[in-house]
């Protein structure tokens, strides 16, 4: 059990404290996030936030202790004011793994804002975040904000294909699904685990997962909760596992979308996704019959480029573009220290394989210099810029997490920043074979 004093962080000033969270707080922590996370205001919490918050502080989390909240505390009432907290994980870059922060549920009651009390709250988490040696933070949040502590939205999030009842795929007189469609079961697990690495290696970053991790988020989390999703697998006709996806356990805005969608590789997604659609179709339906809602789409949310998209392009006519992750990377070196044995394999399959030289990269305010000795990555260092220094390569604010994370191409930057470009050819043929675009849908931690 935690005292006071061990959750103590500092006094700030004007009665408020910050400290540590417990698991004493889960209550009045689910009070203030459900309602300053509604989308109906505050007198109509959003239970499924409430719901989160619960399972996070009050039951195992298999990342998340309770103390991994941040609590800005009013002394004379004891009252939580504001609050958020600290999600690690592990993701990985092209295979290579590396460590991540997730500050998440970010609230302050209104009568306590614009006292700096979320950039107090963010540089504690920050500073957590890298004493256990994470290499990059990560929120999702409204456009613009998270940019003032140091986060740009560099990494795609979600992406959606909408269909309506007219483009439901209809079944022959007679003709019965080429598949079966249940709950997964505890034996299912190796399978689904299975499934999403080999699954997850299209994609430059992903998320790791362990077997523990993947029964957690199957069944220790409570029904409502927010984050929770019902994992499905696919069988065929004999009973063969041949996929799995998943669901929310409520409607989505008007309808019930496919959040995570795989299939054994030489399964076709001309074939089950259908079979998928018609599933999420009738299931919610009976989702709006049960919350006195109304269905009216299908959709599915796989990112910039899914299989499913192509399999049913003309089913699925309303087209949402991707959102995307902030992101942070407050070491730069360190970060391209980690994926160096990618950097290199990439440099030997390029055109410049073998190459010898320096590459001196300008973000400003601060730089890193790269160094190749026939093909091989010697020293990664910070660098000084400013006047009389020679660089390479340019890029203003954080427009490099997205060459990084390969979200934007170096041309499509050099389009939007004109203070985005190379200085030499040698510079834009390297970063744009070290940094490839390359899609990515992260399905992180929650």
Known sequence: MNTKSTLFIRDLGDGLILRHGSPEDADALADINSR??????????????????????????????????????????????????????????????????????????????????????MEEV????????????????????????????????????????????????????????????????????????QWEKRYLVSCKRSL??????????????????????????????????????????????CIYFALVEGVSFLKITPSVARYLWEKGAEYAARDEKTRVTFSFLLGEDHPAYEAMDDRLPAKRPAYAFYIRVADMPAFLKRIQPVLEQRLAQSLAAGHSGELRLNFYTSGVR???????????????????????ASFPDLTFLHLLLGHRSFDELRHAFIDCYWDNNTARVLLNNLFPKKTSDVHPIS
């Open 126 to 197: 920050h500073k957590w975040s890298a004493e256990r040696g994470h290499l990059m933070e990560f929120i999702t949040g409204i456009p613009n904000f998270y940019r003032q502590f140091g986060y740009d939205m560099a990494l795609s999030f979600v992406g959606r294909r909408t269909g309506y009842e007219g483009n439901v795929p209809k079944l022959k007189d007679g003709e019965s699904e080429p598949v079966n469609i249940r709950p997964a079961r505890e034996e299912d697990l190796d399978f689904v685990l299975e499934m999403y690495e």
């Open 36 to 121: 300053m996370h509604s989308d109906n205001g505050p007198d109509q919490p959003e239970m499924g936030i409430a719901a989160w918050i619960q399972d996070l502080v009050a039951k195992p989390h298999p990342t998340l202790k309770p103390t991994d909240f941040t609590v800005v505390e009013e002394t004379a009432t004891g009252r939580i004011v504001s609050t958020l907290c600290l999600i690690p994980q592990t993701w990985t870059y092209a295979g290579i793994e590396f460590g991540v922060g997730r500050p998440e549920l970010v609230c302050t009651l209104p009568e306590f804002r614009k006292r700096g009390l979320v950039r107090i709250q």
């Open 370 to 392: 790269l160094v190749f000795e026939h093909g091989r990555i010697t020293s990664i260092e910070p660098m000084k810029v400013g006047p009389g220094i020679e660089t390479d």
């Open 212 to 257: 523990d991790l993947v029964r957690y988020e199957s069944f220790g989390k409570r029904d409502d909760n927010i984050n929770r999703f019902e994992k499905m697998v696919i069988e065929d006709t004999s009973g063969k596992r041949i996929g799995f996806f998943e669901y929310p356990t409520s409607l989505w805005m008007d309808g019930l979308p």
